[in-house]
């Protein structure tokens, strides 16, 4: 929880400071409403409790690792919502950023987050200046080509798709890099950190399928129904309902099960169940109609 709010302070100064004399004002307003209010951030969180988890040496790279993951998915979400992708009128309960100021300083502002969250690094204060490289890098591959979330989306506008390759690069690349990026900060090797990353990130991906489904749009803050509105493959689409709710729940058992051994893994043990029931409830699922155990973590 504390967390959360040293993230959204964060992000809340990075933007604060892009909004200093001489910006055009409606492009600082579009960059303000693609931020605030925030989702869940659970990005950025994940990227803080593995680096927590792993001694967190270097609590400024570490924290600029997790802002400029979450301001690069913020970017993600207002060029997703645009007209030319998915035409949504909403997200996180508010108009999307093209639908209160256009289509143009929608682009622009999702321009202007990718450059913001590079210029996180710059100003991190890290300590340990020679990790620097490798948590960009990590974070640079989680978004870019080949096989980061610029190259997921663009998936869509191929005639052919695994949902599995989709998926990995669409949603799974962006937590692997929050994974990694929190183990490179604290000095840790990333490799035994990406598997939690792959298994959350895939969790996460069905958990959104399920919730475009099944979920209240109101609740959500986003429509629903758009994985069959714009033909694009889903885990509920191809496993039905159930399938796809048993294969998020056994998702979120690997990843839990993945977590390397070190002093902070109860908490981000925790982190992950919590996450999860929050992500598909219990009590939206049986509303469906869906019988599922609940999990227990030890
Ligand atoms: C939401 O998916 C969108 C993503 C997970 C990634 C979108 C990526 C791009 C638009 C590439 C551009 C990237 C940058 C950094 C500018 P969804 O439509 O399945 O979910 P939703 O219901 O939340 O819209
Ligand atoms: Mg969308």
């Given at each position: 929880m504390r967390s959360k709010v040293l993230i959204e302070q964060a992000l809340e100064s990075a933007v604060t400071a892009s909004e200093?004399?001489?910006?055009p004002p409606r492009l600082a307003a579009a960059v303000r409403h693609a931020v605030f209010?925030?989702?869940?951030?659970i990005r950025p969180q994940l990227c803080l409790a593995v680096s927590m988890a792993c001694g967190n040496d270097d609590p400024g790279l570490a924290m600029a690792a997790a802002c400029a993951i979450e301001l690069l998915h913020c970017a993600s979400l207002v060029h997703d919502d645009l007209p030319c992708f998915?035409?949504?009128?909403?997200?996180r309960g508010q108009p999307s950023v093209h639908a209160a100021y256009g289509e143009r300083l929608a682009v622009l502002a999702g321009d202007a987050l990718i450059v913001m969250a590079l210029g996180r690094f710059a100003s991190s204060g890290a300590r340990r200046i020679e990790r620097l490289p490798d948590v960009m890098a990590t974070v640079v591959q989680g978004v870019g080509m080949p096989t980061g979330i610029v190259a997921g989306q663009a998936w869509e506008c191929e005639p052919r798709v695994s949902l599995a390759e989709y998926q990995r690069a669409k949603t799974g690349a962006l937590f692997t890099a929050a994974t990694r990026a929190g183990a490179l900060a604290s000095g840790v090797r990333a490799e035994p950190w990406a598997h939690l990353g792959d298994w959350l990130g895939e969790a996460y991906q069905v958990a959104d399928d399920i919730r475009d489904v099944i979920a209240d749009p109101g609740l959500l803050g986003k429509p629903v129904g758009q994985d069959a509105t714009h033909g694009r493959p889903s885990a509920a689409a191809e496993l039905g309902l159930g399938g796809a709710v048993e294969h998020f729940d056994r998702l979120v058992a690997q990843a839990i099960a993945s977590i390397p051994h070190c002093a902070g893994a109860p908490q981000l043990r925790q982190l992950v169940q919590l996450e999860s029931e929050r992500l598909v409830p219990v009590s939206m699922t049986s509303t469906a109609g869906v019988v599922r155990r609940p999990m227990v973590v030890a």
């Open positions: 200093a004399q001489g910006c209010p925030g989702g869940a951030r998915d035409n949504a009128a909403t997200r």
